[in-house]
């Protein structure tokens, strides 16, 4: 199975870059009223878009510095009860979409899509070589995750295991009070929100009958990016003709201009609100780079 849209692609343990627990929510209680917004400009191509929030997340390289900073911290303390952890982390900004903002409103690159219809080629997660994961005794496996015994080899074992101990580490180099999350959650909630907002339900529409005059029929242009019959590589021809339609679509329909410009307001609207915060938050997640950096 392929991945397309910006996920969790970093199964293992010691390749995710961990980020605070997330306990505030940064969308409104209630549904808002649209936003206001300019003259929307015609564009196809997303991958150089830069979202406000943006500015209060993580950089790529940010987050493969935390990532080798975790590795190293649970190393660390594994060490303590004399087990090895030979492993390296796998750089997230290798693979994946190339962009926050490539693939966040569908597929645009039909030279890419000639060949991979919806796949992602060399960046797509399932090409990646996999690290060989260390061969851990019971002890091992209990230190790291807290499993098991409380005591291992005369050392109590932290709660949560190494783990827990190397995420909690990367914690205290936020401030307290601040809660770094809080910009992914509005970007997960912009991106919604603004999938409803009528502007965007009128863009989706006028492609969707783009596409049925094609001879596809999808809602909008999520739907045809999760369909189970584009899940095979080497990609179909026919998923090659609907991707390729699909961004013909797009174009004749400003769809990732009319969706970037309104998921946009929405956004300037929520930082707006809490300028202060969102600007603690970028300080908080600069502190904490600072702290990664002298691990990494």
Known sequence: MRIYRRAAVLASLVAVAATAACTASAAPASKPAEPTVGPIPVMLKSIDLRMPVQDYLPTAEQDDRLGVARVRLIQKCLADFHIA???????????????????????????????????????????????????????????????????????????????????????????AGVDVGKPSQLQRWSFERSRQDSRVVAAFKAWSQCMDKAGYRYADPMAVMGDPAFETDPASAREIAVALADIRCKEQTNVVGVWFTVESAYQEREIKADRAGYEAIRAAISARDTFASGLA
């Open 85 to 175: 952890y030979p492993v390296e982390p796998i750089r997230g900004s290798d693979y994946g979409p190339r962009s926050e903002t490539d693939r966040r409103y569908g597929i645009t690159d039909a030279g890419l899509a000639r060949s991979e219809g919806y796949g992602l080629g060399d960046r797509d997660p399932a090409r990646i070589k996999k690290p060989k994961q260390p061969d851990l005794s019971a002890d091992g496996v209990t230190a790291l995750t807290g499993s098991g015994q409380s005591v291992i080899r005369g050392k109590a074992v932290p709660t949560g295991g190494c783990i827990a101990k190397a995420d909690a580490d990367l914690a205290k180099a936020v401030p």
